[in-house]
């Protein structure tokens, strides 16, 4: 997936970023992306192998979306989120894209970015040949998924470990 600019924020694969950038060490693009995760849920603090190696394991399964903007030639992560892909035997044995963990930085909220993560990640669902997209929200920001195309169905349930 090429990145694009649009309102001079760019959108682009996390793992193409991390092989391309140049501007930023490992040890950054992990502790700013890390950062910007936990305005989503807690997150533990992990080595860069560790770190590369589950980005790594996360692009073979699916894809992480980012969304980052460059100013004085500072790159500032500003939105991030998640597919997987699982394969099915049913309908045609076409898969199923699960959309997890979309993240807007505070102050670059409103301004339509989580719309386009996941209309990106949507993308990448038809690509791999998906016939449903599902996520799961809080019913607070569902009208947020609402502007993306995606429908209230059924419940969620969870059992944490």
Do not use: W
């Amino acid at each position: 997936m090429t990145s694009f600019l649009e309102e001079a924020y760019f959108y682009d694969s996390f793992s193409h970023f991390i092989s391309t950038t140049k501007i930023l060490k490992n040890t950054q693009i992990k502790n700013q992306y890390l950062e910007l995760l936990s305005y989503l849920t807690k997150v533990e603090p992990m080595s860069n192998e560790d770190f590369l190696s589950k980005i790594d394991e996360i692009s073979r399964h699916g894809e992480i979306i980012l969304c980052y903007c460059i100013k004085d030639n500072i790159i500032t992560f500003v939105g991030s989120g998640t597919i997987f892909i699982e394969p099915k035997l049913i309908r045609g044995t076409r898969s199923v894209g699960h959309i997890e963990d979309i993240v807007v930085h505070p102050l670059y909220r409103g301004k339509g970015m989580a719309n386009k993560i996941v209309e990106s990640l949507m993308d990448y669902a038809r690509i791999n040949n998906c016939y449903k997209t599902i996520l799961d929200c809080d019913p607070v920001i569902k009208k947020v998924y609402e502007k993306a195309g995606m429908k209230e169905k059924g419940i969620q349930m969870a059992h944490y470990l």
